[in-house]
């Protein structure tokens, strides 16, 4: 069973120098149908305008997961993470007893576009710790890429929860297949392009909720990108 939600169904916040959209519920943006899906509790999609961001605030018991589609994002926290992220890197922030940071355009001319990705862990109060990683297009092409994982594997950042968040790139015509557990579900998100997930079209912001399937297959339609979320 597949349940789809569109792009244009997602909140959406413009500020100018911010435009993000909320694929479940977030600060202003409140939908009771949409609270999140499993243990995955946040996808937005944000883009900040040149040299604007958010100053020094708190997180605490969330694993936060940043992917960079493009621009340049600098970021600071009290553990020590420093450093500023280009187009593939991930950044993997387990927040447990609590971290401060600050994430802003590092560039003063164009714009920076992001994924921000919470996680609720299974182990709470957990020491913080923070992570980066990179993932070229040439290791999402013809595969799974793993972004992260519960276990760690393919030496992706280890989060505490029993998830992983997959990606890859398809060309025109080109599939790809996952495999569920018994018991599990997938969260599936076009970052870009057009895909048909078993046998639904979806486009670029589209996502599918697929709970009770053993298998999932991509079908591109045309050069895209794609997040799937193994889920418990």
């Known amino acids: 069973m597949m349940t789809i939600r569109r792009s244009n169904e997602r909140g959406h916040a413009d500020r100018g120098w911010l435009e993000a959209y909320h694929s479940f519920s977030f600060n202003t943006y409140y939908d009771p149908t949409n609270m999140g899906f499993g243990p995955l509790r946040v996808i937005n999609e944000d883009k900040f305008g040149p040299g604007r961001g958010f100053g020094m605030h708190p997180h605490e018991n969330m694993e936060i997961i940043t992917y960079v589609l493009s621009g340049a994002l600098v970021h600071e ?123 639904q079209a979806l486009s670029t912001g589209d996502a599918g909720k697929l709970e009770h399937e053993s298998q999932i297959t991509l079908q591109a339609s045309a050069s895209s990108e794609v997040l799937l979320f193994d889920l418990p």
């Open 77 to 199: 926290d009290n553990t020590g993470g420093k450093g500023v992220l280009k187009p593939g890197d991930i950044q993997r922030m387990s927040a447990g007893t609590g971290v401060f940071h600050s994430e802003a355009n590092a560039s003063p001319t164009e714009w920076l576009h992001l994924f921000q990705i919470w996680i609720e862990p299974s182990v709470v109060g957990a020491t913080p710790r923070y992570g980066e990683s990179h993932l070229s297009e040439s290791e999402k092409r013809g595969k799974w890429a793993v972004v992260v994982s519960g276990t760690g594997r393919d030496g992706a950042m280890h989060i505490y929860q029993d998830a992983e968040l997959l990606t890859t790139i398809l060309e025109p015509s080109e599939s790809r297949e996952h495999t569920l557990a018994a018991g599990r579900r997938a969260y599936v998100h076009i970052v870009s392009g057009e895909v048909s997930v078993n046998g």
